[in-house]
């Protein structure tokens, strides 16, 4: 039986230590204490249920993507993937916005970060489109929404979190299933793009002479190596999506250190002091959410959450357009990480009960998390973004509407096409 005064007094609780501007770690924690003093429980349970969450071997694959993006992020790379991306749609009108979805993706695939993405892509593209005419809120809207290809491309650190916080499901096949709906969202970013380019008389980007070709393709397909290494040793099953972190990380180092030579050696300390705060924000959030998860079991909130979405209908398609709306309506005051260990538990066992594959609900719920990211008010990427173009949050979210809806657009696609998203890990695994 829940007790819904307990549930109550989680959820007041949770929300009061939010407005108090409590880091969310701690209000995670706070909130499951309070709840356990009300219940009559030892508090060291909440110790107990901290500890037991980061002690999973799939964590470690968070370190190791976080520490290969970190590196590739200090050097050159990013100008390298323009340059790459300049190849294949620089010529065309409103061609530096083309470039700047495939530069994204192309970053995102190695970064597997929004925030590094827009940092990087954002710190190249954003002047130079603004020194061809192109309005800055435009160039500040299309980084920040080309961005978001980081989180759903792999080896992205967020579908890592999806797997710990679904209890397991295969990081190998969200891997692969990201790949697809990450295409679609690039191709959506782009028509959109396009169309406002054509209608605001954007230029046309300059072509790439022919002697400068070979040497662009050799520098693009090195940087590109460590996401083919992390898709093809996992495709293959020659070795698990941590192993993969860990062989990108040594193929990132050599390659920024010793080959490019963008960064000197000594500078890797500061490199691995920017991971080891990251990586330490991300493993004490997940050690929170693993007990805030814990209550909410012991409290019976899935199952509550489950009956009352069926009370309302047994149709999926209505049931997945309300969890839809229900994450873009929290993605607005929530951050991705906090948004993906505490909706996980709640909102899976409503899909699982309605015959949705964990992996598509997986890439459901990143991308509904990525879109959070965009918007305002705790839009990380998005204040990234105006601080790279200065421009106001304000004129930057105006700008942005557009490829908010293109990306919607992307999701519904993503949401009613099952398919987008598990034909490529059933076909490698072998599945009908």
Known sequence: MTDLTAVLILGVSFVVLLLLR?????????????????????????????IQGINSFPLLAIPFFILAGQIMSAGGMAVRLVNLAQLFVGAVRGGLALVNCVACMFFGNISGSAAADVSSIGSVLIPAMKKNKYDADYAVAVTTSASIQGVIFPPSHNLVLFSVAAGGVSVSSLFLGGIVPGLLLMFTLMIISYVIAVKRNYPKGEPVTWSQVPKIIRDGFLSLMTGVIILGGIASGWFTATEAGAIACVYAFVLTFFVYRDVPLRQVGLVFKRTFRTVAMVLFLIAASDAFGWILAYLQVPSLLTDLFLGISDNPYLILFMMNLLLLLIGFPMDMAPMILIMTPILLP?????????????IIMILNCGIGLITPPVGTVLFIGCALG???????????WPFFFAMCVALLLVTYIPQLSLWLPHMVSGAP
């Open 390 to 400: 200065k421009v106001p949050v304000s004129q930057a979210t105006k700008a942005s």
């Open 22 to 50: 409590f880091p969310i770690s701690i209000t995670l924690a706070g909130s499951t204490l309070i709840t356990l003093i009300y219940l009559g429980l030892p508090w060291v349970v909440v110790g107990q249920r901290m």
């Open 350 to 362: 409503v899909a699982t009960t309605l015959g949705i594959d964990p992996v598509h609900f997986g």
